[in-house]
Every structure is written in structure tokens, then in C-alpha cells.
């Protein structure tokens, strides 16, 4: 009897001792947390990875185990597990250079999201404009003196300002719905540069925490929690251009809190011969607490402000003929004033070891005012066509997310419930005809608008084997109100609708070098409330159907392919266009194109990467020869080398191609494509480094943004319709001088 109990209580011991969990938490240098660092149990082939706070929770673990700790970017840790460590594990991560042969596919949540990363790191961005083409495959282009937000084009869409495309700053919306330049207008310049931790993105209308605009893809990024050192830096180039940047640690000293702020300058006259005069300022504070240990707290204040003028886009014949040169001007009164504040404050709460809570709640103060003048003298031969759009804009808006992990025998599960709300208040949408800026000749549009957007999501990924299948689905309520001032007696109008959107998506990981993904899901992007309101459009939330298949292959430690072949089906494409206060419906359309990507690591310090697009898009409602779809590009390329820590040397070259493409829908004008290369090199002497950057480095004439136009001058008889370009920054130096301490 002795002997069976001794038997009986070993075994009890010994389940015990198996089924032991280790809990801890994964941070960097700075107490920070690391999301998604891969912990390894290489005794009993158990993982998992770390949730938002660093935290995790690792099972089948015992004493004298070896656990292996390590995320890209920082040096991986090993350790033997002793009887402390199941009390409260804290592992802290030292920071290193990024290597492509540490990259295991198996062991990344998100594999390209990792692969931006790496890009970020070794081509770190300096400039607003840069940011966006850090997304593989996504191109811009400024055509309004700096100031107006840039044109993005993106899988086969001229995207405009942001009609297809989700964009978010810590998880504070940047698109402007029902906006007085147009639909989904999206203004990054709030943004400093040097304070992005993060460019977290996707393509295609496959994410259920993605809602209005979410057809083409999604950005979002996230900004610094602290900041190594403080710094201060001066920039000066061609142009009369000028750029200072501060950034400065305020609770230095606090292992549970830190605090930041950043403050930048922007100053330049451009290549053009009337002079932007351009300037802008961007202030950016941030503090963050944990609290109780493990929740934390943060706070987020911004502000920025900016004023230009501008050449506006101008016709080719005035340049073919010599009336003008390239960086000439019709008119040149063109120009504008925006400026934008926001508060955030966020929250992430560990509400179980499985599971935590993850909100925010925002504020935007936004003000707009745009001159722009596309048809010069169509309309108003004595007056010309001048145009002023403005508005006045308050958004409120939160969101609160619960992510939780379950175990469901060998499954793994996750499990994310999320709901959210956005208002708008946006006061005096105007749309008038001007002269000079100064005298306004007719309202075209005035009035008040109020949208509502609630919403709720579910999304699950369940990994079975080498599996990983996520179905989610989406609910979008919507409420817009319009109250038109012109209307000289008082109505309000208004009108609901709701939308329910499902996604499935499928990631199979076949070996540690090579995983397999089919998406699929369905989109949506709103329409201006005026649009909705005033014109009774039928399709107030037209929806996006698309699908991509694709791998991410690593076939030798330092080479990485990444192939997609994706289709999208749009139910109409039916945008208000403020610049000219119609509704533009181009019917329904399909598109379809091939993603290439390659990353490719030479040695410890030279780095290459290259991204290039093919795509076909057409509209389905027009005949064969008449049926493309203005601007949307059909080649694209982009990518570079890098060289990072060459003794006191780091820099790089990058270039960028964009393929000509149709500029109306028979394809009878043309909008020229262009190929430009950037240099930049740096040298860092102790707490000093000195830069140099040079844009346009072989001096092409190229076109920025063009459009087809009908447009008269002054000294017409007749209208023309023609390409009218801003033209591209020309040969370009910049030099720099940054100072850490």
C-alpha cells in the first residue's frame, strides 16, 4: 500500500510539473513592450508569441527547460528555466541590426508586416511623402504647392486623396469623410516622420478591424512610445528650402513612464518660377504610463499648420509652344491654408492571462481652405475659373477592442470583438467661385453636415497544424444629415443605411521557409453626405469583392520572394468630386494584377529591395476600346540598395517607376510615366551626423500628377482637352546636420 501511494503521488507530481505554465513578459531597452516576440519551448515543441503588452503564456514547460526568446531587430536570448522563473518572468530584448537570415517564416504572425519593418529600419523615412511609399506598391504625387494631401494610386486605382484606401494614425482616423476636396480626403503631414515606430498595412478589403474606404487596402501607423536620445537637426537645400526638426525626452529617467515631444519646421519656395512661399509646423507630445505593472496608458497631443501657394497643374500647350516654361504658371493665386489638432488617449488592460483590452478614444479639430483653378477661363471668360473649398471640422470618435486566446485541444484560437463609433461635425462645407482669393462671384455648395459611423467586428483565427484559417465578419451602421444653406427655407435632411461584410482567410505555412495565403473578403467606401442627401444616389455604400493567392518564399537565408495574384470587383465607383461639386458614377469594374516582392541581403551591411505591380483595370459598363479607367496605373516598380553601419557610412539609392496609363477612357491621351532615383549618405562622427540627400539625381523633367483637362485661356476661342501636369522636383540637394545628446 506504501509503495502504491509513493506511485500514485509521483505521478500526481510529475502531470503537475508537465503541465506547468510559464508567464512573462518580453521588453525592450527602454521597459518597452514587444509585441509578437516568438517564445520557444525546445523541449516540448510548445510556442506562442507575446500579446500587445509583451505578455505571454507558454504551457508544457518545466524546470531546466530551455526556452528561446527573439524577434527581428533584436539579439535572441536563451534561457534555462528555474523555479523563480515560472513566478514572474521579465525578459528584456537588446536591440541589433536587422539580418534577413534570422527572418523564420514560421515563427512570424505576420511575416510582410516583419519585411516593413526590416525596410523602415534601413531606409529611414524623412519626409511626410515617404511614409506612404514605404507600402510596397503604393505611389504619390503632390500637385498643389506641398500643402494639399498628395494622390495616391495604389492597385490599380487613382485612388485620388484617399477614396480606397484606410488610413490611421494610432488608431486615430486620418480619412475625411465627405470632405470639401473630396471624398475620404487624407492629409499626412501631420505626421513627423522620425516619430513612427510602425507601418502596419494591407491590401485588399480582407481585415474586419477595417471598415469605410477599405477596398484597395489599409495603413496604419503607429508612433514612438519613447525615443533614445534627444536630438536636434537642421536641414538646408536648393529652393530656399529649410527643415528643423527637435525631438526631446522629457521623463527620462522613469522606468514606468516615459514622455516625448517633437517639434518641426518646414520652409521652402519650391523649383517654381512664382514661389510657394510654403511653410508648415508640426508640434507632437506623447506620454505613457504603466499602470499596475502590466496596463498602460497613453496620451497623444498634436498640432500642426500649414499655408501655401501654388502653379497648379498646367496645360501642355502653353509649355509645347513656349508661352510658359515647365515650372511656370496659368495662374498663380492658387493656394491654400489647413491645419489640424488631435488628442488620443489609449489604453491596453491585461484582463486575464488569456486575454486583454485595448481601447482609445480621439478628438480632431481639422479647418480647410483650398484655391485651385483647373479650366483657367472655360466657364467665366472675364473672371476666370478660380474655386475656393472649404470647411470647418470637428470628428469625435473611440474604439475598444477584447483579444483573447483559447486552447481548444491541439487548436489554437484568437479571438477579437471589437466596436467603435466616428462622428463628424462639419461646418460650412462651401464650394464658391472666387477671383483672386479675395472676392467671392457665386456659392456653389454651403452647408452643414453631421455623419454617424458605429460599428462592430468579430474576427477568428484558428491554427490547426500548419493551418491558420481566419473567418471575421464586419457590421457598419451609418446616419447622414445635411443642411443646405442655400435653400432659403430650413430642412433637414437625412438618411441610414447599414452594410455587413464577411471575410475568410487562409494562411498555410509549408515549411519554415515558405507560406501560402488566400484572401478574400468584401469592402466598402461611403459616399459624400451631399451625394447621399441632395442627389438620392443609389448606391450609398457600394461594395468591393476581392481575393488574393500568393507565398512568401525564402529559398536561401538572405533572399525573400513575395508573389500575389489578387482580383477585385467594385459595384460602382461613384465619388463626389469637390473640385467641381458633381457626382462622377463610372459604374461598376473589375481589376486584377500580379504583386512582386524581393528582399535580398548581400552582406551584414548592404541591403536591396524591390517591389513592381502589374494590373489591368477596366470599367464593365462601357464597350471594349472605351472601357479604361482614367490614371489607373498598369506598371509599377520601386525599390533600392541600402547600406547601414559601413564603418561611420550608411545610406542608400532608390529609384521609382511608374508605367504610362490611359488619361481618359478611350486611351486617346496618355499620362507619360516617369523613372526617378534619390541618393542620400550620411556620417556619423560620435554625437554628430552630417547628410546628404539628393532628389531627382539624374536631372529627369518628369510630371508629378497629370490629368486630362478641358480648359480655354484667356486668349482661346475654343476649349482643348489635354494633359495639365505639375511637374516633378527637378535635380534637388539638400544637406543635413543632426545632433544627439
Known amino acids: 500500500m506504501k509503495n502504491q501511494l509513493i506511485i500514485f503521488f509521483s505521478i500526481v507530481f510529475c502531470v503537475k510539473t508537465f503541465s506547468q505554465q510559464l508567464k512573462g513578459r518580453v521588453l525592450d531597452a527602454f521597459n518597452d513592450p514587444i509585441e509578437n516576440a516568438y517564445i520557444y519551448n525546445s523541449s516540448s515543441n510548445s510556442h506562442t508569441h507575446t500579446d500587445l503588452n509583451g505578455n505571454f503564456t507558454l504551457s508544457d514547460t518545466q524546470v531546466g527547460n530551455t526556452i528561446q526568446v527573439g524577434i527581428l531587430g533584436f539579439e535572441k536570448q536563451e534561457i534555462i528555466l528555474t523555479t523563480e522563473s515560472f513566478n514572474n518572468l521579465i525578459i528584456q530584448l537588446k536591440t541589433k541590426i536587422f539580418q534577413l537570415e534570422e527572418l523564420v517564416l514560421g515563427k512570424e504572425i505576420n511575416a510582410l508586416q516583419t519585411i516593413t519593418k526590416v525596410d523602415l529600419q534601413v531606409n529611414p523615412v524623412n519626409s511626410s511623402q515617404e511614409i506612404l511609399r514605404k507600402v510596397p506598391g503604393l505611389f504619390i504625387g503632390q500637385h498643389a504647392g506641398g500643402g494639399k494631401a498628395e494622390q495616391i494610386f495604389l492597385r490599380g486605382f487613382d485612388i485620388d486623396h484617399g477614396t480606397d484606401v484606410t488610413l490611421s494614425v494610432d488608431g486615430m482616423p486620418i480619412n475625411m469623410v465627405s470632405h470639401a476636396h473630396g471624398q475620404g480626403y487624407s492629409d499626412l503631414h501631420f505626421v513627423i516622420p522620425e516619430t513612427i515606430r510602425n507601418i502596419n498595412f494591407g491590401k485588399g478589403p480582407y481585415y474586419a478591424n477595417q471598415g469605410d474606404f477599405n477596398t484597395a487596402g489599409y495603413v496604419d501607423f503607429s508612433t514612438k512610445t519613447s525615443i533614445q536620445k534627444n536630438s536636434v537637426s537642421f536641414e538646408a537645400g536648393q529652393f530656399n528650402s529649410q527643415r528643423m526638426l527637435g525631438m526631446f525626452n522629457l521623463l527620462d529617467t522613469q522606468k514606468n513612464q516615459n514622455a516625448y515631444v517633437a517639434i ?309 465607383e461613384f465619388v463626389y468630386v469637390g473640385d467641381a461639386g458633381i457626382v462622377e458614377p463610372s459604374g461598376k469594374s473589375e481589376r486584377f494584377g500580379l504583386d512582386l516582392g524581393l528582399r535580398y541581403q548581400f552582406t551584414d551591411w548592404l541591403y536591396f529591395d524591390t517591389d513592381a505591380t502589374l494590373t489591368k483595370a477596366r470599367s464593365l459598363e462601357n464597350i471594349a476600346g472605351e472601357d479604361y479607367i482614367p490614371l489607373a496605373p498598369d506598371f509599377t516598380m520601386a525599390g533600392g540598395l541600402s547600406f547601414t553601419d559601413l564603418g561611420k557610412f550608411s545610406g542608400g539609392f532608390r529609384y521609382r517607376y511608374l508605367g504610362d496609363r490611359p488619361a481618359n477612357e478611350d486611351n486617346s491621351i496618355v499620362a507619360e510615366g516617369y523613372f526617378v532615383a534619390d541618393f542620400n549618405i550620411n556620417y556619423k562622427m560620435k554625437a554628430i551626423t552630417l547628410g546628404l540627400a539628393i532628389e531627382n539625381i539624374f536631372d529627369v523633367d518628369w510630371n508629378e500628377t497629370q490629368f486630362a483637362t478641358e480648359s480655354r485661356l484667356q486668349n482661346e476661342a475654343n476649349s482643348v482637352e489635354e494633359i495639365h501636369f505639375t511637374p516633378g522636383t527637378p535635380f534637388f540637394a539638400k544637406a543635413s546636420i543632426i545632433y544627439q545628446f
Open 264 to 572: 518641426e519646421y518646414i520652409a521652402t519656395d519650391g523649383p517654381f518660377e512664382s514661389p510657394q512661399n510654403f511653410n508648415r509646423l508640426n508640434v507632437f507630445g506623447k506620454y505613457s504610463a504603466f499602470l499596475k505593472g502590466k496596463d498602460r496608458l497613453t496620451l497623444t497631443a498634436s498640432h500642426f499648420t500649414s499655408s501655401w501657394d501654388a502653379s497648379g497643374q498646367i496645360p501642355e500647350r502653353e509649355v509645347n509652344n513656349g508661352n510658359i516654361t515647365r515650372f511656370g504658371a496659368i495662374d498663380d493665386t492658387e493656394g491654400g491654408f489647413t491645419s489640424r489638432t488631435n488628442f488620443n488617449v489609449q489604453f491596453n488592460k491585461t484582463l486575464t492571462d488569456e486575454s486583454i483590452f485595448k481601447t482609445n478614444v480621439f478628438y480632431s479639430k481639422y479647418n480647410f481652405e483650398l484655391y485651385s483653378n483647373f479650366t483657367f477661363f472655360l466657364e467665366d471668360p472675364v473672371n476666370g475659373d478660380q474655386i475656393k473649398q472649404f470647411e470647418n471640422r470637428d470628428v469625435f470618435g473611440a474604439s475598444a477592442q477584447i483579444i483573447s486566446n483559447k486552447k481548444f485541444g491541439d487548436v489554437e484560437a484568437k479571438f477579437t470583438k471589437g466596436a467603435g463609433l466616428r462622428y463628424d461635425l462639419i461646418n460650412d462645407v462651401e464650394l464658391s467661385r472666387t477671383k483672386n482669393r479675395k472676392e467671392i462671384l457665386e456659392r456653389i455648395q454651403l452647408g452643414d453636415v453631421r455623419q454617424t459611423n458605429m460599428y462592430a467586428f468579430f474576427n477568428s483565427e484558428f491554427e490547426i497544424g500548419k493551418f491558420k484559417i481566419s473567418p471575421a465578419v464586419r457590421l457598419d451602421y451609418f446616419k447622414f444629415v445635411y443642411n443646405d444653406d442655400l435653400n432659403p427655407t430650413y430642412e433637414t435632411l437625412t438618411k441610414t443605411k447599414a452594410i455587413i461584410n464577411p471575410k475568410l482567410n487562409f494562411l498555410y505555412t509549408q515549411k519554415d521557409n515558405l507560406q501560402w495565403f488566400l484572401k478574400s473578403g468584401i469592402g466598402f467606401h461611403s459616399n459624400d453626405t451631399r451625394v447621399v442627401l441632395q442627389q438620392n444616389a443609389d448606391k450609398v455604400l457600394p461594395r468591393a469583392y476581392g481575393v488574393d493567392f500568393g507565398n512568401i518564399w525564402k529559398p536561401t537565408p538572405n533572399l525573400v520572394l513575395n508573389t500575389a495574384a489578387w482580383y477585385l470587383f467594385s459595384e460602382e
